[in-house]
């Protein structure tokens, strides 16, 4: 008997999703930063073997007061996974609070697949606290499971994974074997720059950034990939902003992320950034239909 099946992780920004669907898939698939709405897409990382086939999805955090059209893209791809789960993770974080009216709450009462609490960050309470928080979700909504991790730490992510496993359907093979994700390269490139600038800028920089891959070619005499890519702001101060003085900062972050893409595709790799405005790119239909949202 062959078993497969969507395993869908959502929940608020900053609670640890990305980090459980890598520490789930073994790799490293999602990018993870300390900010709230690090993840814009739905990532899918698949683990496979001889006799089954599971298909995690990774969310952007569900926004509940949508600013720019950028967010209202995002929250549909939340949506989209209630409709196509074969089981659903509801990640929360140990020191997160709820209302017991969050409209989330009614969107999890239709969904037609069993829903795991997911309490995450265990690591920073005690056992008592966490024992109150479970008391506390138990009587807000009737999960399947609840369990309380570390994804970080990757306590008890093992014992989910198995119990997952025991819980997803006979069903067909729906990805070749070898098949880690969806997303082409390019995604996962412009994700790692993504990432640094996540990391190395504050307030509204990394908000009103997006990065595209505008070329990648391998040049096979030397054995190194040259790759080209450009990061749009919204405003020209952004601009200046994330250059920085003569280029330093700019700087860092291309040969963070040299670092990384090279650590990824296993070549080396010289990378070219450049930086351009696109006037309110998160609010325009257009530019976010061509950034892939
Ligand atoms: N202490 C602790 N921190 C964690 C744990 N899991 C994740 N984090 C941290 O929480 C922060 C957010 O993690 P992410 O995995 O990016 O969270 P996310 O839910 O994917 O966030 P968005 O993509 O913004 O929605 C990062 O700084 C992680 O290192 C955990 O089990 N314990
Ligand atoms: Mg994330």
Redesign the pocket.
């Known amino acids: 008997m062959h078993k497969s099946g969507f395993v869908n992780i959502i929940?608020?920004?900053?609670?640890?999703?990305?980090?459980?669907?890598?520490a789930l898939v073994g790799e490293r698939m999602?990018?993870?930063?300390?900010?709230?709405?690090?993840?814009?897409h739905r990532i899918i990382g698949i683990v496979s073997d001889d006799d089954y086939q599971v298909v995690f999805s990774?969310?952007?955090?569900i926004i509940r007061d949508p600013a720019y059209k950028m967010h209202e893209a995002m929250n549909r791809y939340v949506d989209g996974t209630f409709h196509d789960a074969d089981l659903m993770l509801f990640?929360t974080?140990i020191l997160e609070t709820y209302e017991d009216d969050d409209p989330v709450f009614k969107k999890l009462s239709k969904v037609n697949a069993p829903i795991y609490l997911v309490l995450?960050?265990?690591?920073?309470v005690d056992d008592i606290e966490v024992a109150q928080k479970i008391q506390l979700w138990d009587k807000r909504f009737k999960f399947a499971e609840i369990f309380p991790?570390?994804?970080?730490?990757k306590?008890n992510t093992k014992r989910l994974f198995d119990n997952i496993l025991k819980h997803i359907p006979e069903g067909p093979v729906y990805y070749p074997k070898d098949q880690l994700t969806d997303k082409p390269e390019r995604f996962f490139i412009s994700e790692i720059i993504r990432e640094k600038i996540l990391m190395h800028y504050q307030q509204e920089i990394p908000y009103s950034c997006e990065v595209v891959v505008d070329s990648f070619k391998e040049d096979d005499k030397k054995d190194l990939v040259r790759i080209h890519a450009t990061i749009f702001v919204m405003r020209k101060t952004q601009k200046s902003i994330l250059i920085g003085k003569n280029g330093s900062s700019i700087k860092r972050v291309g040969m963070e992320s040299r670092k990384d893409i090279e650590a990824f595709i296993e070549k080396q790799v010289f990378l070219e950034l450049y930086v351009k405005v696109r006037e309110n790119w998160r609010n325009n239909e257009r530019s976010l239909k061509g950034f892939g949202y």
Not at 120 to 124: E, G, R, S, V
Request: hydrophobic share 25%.
């Open positions: 929940g608020r920004p900053n609670v640890g999703k990305s980090t459980l669907m890598n999602s990018i993870i930063t300390n900010k709230p709405q690090t993840t814009r990774d969310t952007p955090g990640v974080d995450n960050k265990t690591d920073l991790i570390s994804a970080l730490k306590q």
